[in-house]
Nanobody, 124 residues
Framework: QVQLVESGGGLVQAGGSLRLSCAAS????????MGWFRQVPGKDREFLAA????????HYANSVKGRFTVSRDNAKNTVYLQMNSLKPEDTAVYYC?????????????????WGQGTQVTVSS
């Protein structure tokens, strides 16, 4: 079992930056690809980014490509999401997730472990 805890959310003005962290505990974190998602009320959870265990490969949603960067530090059991040039439409609850699959995936159903989420609010 893997436990995930997100942090780093908050209120930021449009154009600003935030870095989210996701601390993992439990089973060997470094074995798993990790992903970031977000969700607004009334909508499905949206894929944002994913990273392989060795950081060799990353995937991004078109909506955040060039603005968000996913990274990880396996020694610290932590995955990060650096968010730049934030827009009001980025306002959501952000979740990190881990999958036992060996490849990067974008669908929520492929992820086995989820954090509790952290709120990001971008003001205009």
């Amino acid at each position: 079992q893997v436990q995930l805890v997100e942090s780093g959310g908050g209120l930021v003005q449009a154009g600003g930056s935030l870095r989210l962290s996701c601390a993992a505990s439990g089973r060997t974190f470094s074995n798993y690809p990790m992903g970031w998602f977000r969700q607004v009320p009334g909508k499905d959870r949206e894929f944002l980014a994913a990273i392989t265990w060795d950081e060799v490969n990353t995937h991004y949603a078109n909506s955040v490509k060039g603005r968000f960067t996913v990274s990880r530090d396996n020694a610290k059991n932590t995955v990060y999401l650096q968010m730049n040039s934030l827009k009001p439409e980025d306002t959501a609850v952000y979740y990190c997730a881990g999958t036992r699959r060996s490849t990067l995936v974008r669908v929520t159903g492929a992820y086995d472990y989820w954090g509790q989420g952290t709120q990001v609010t971008v003001s205009s």
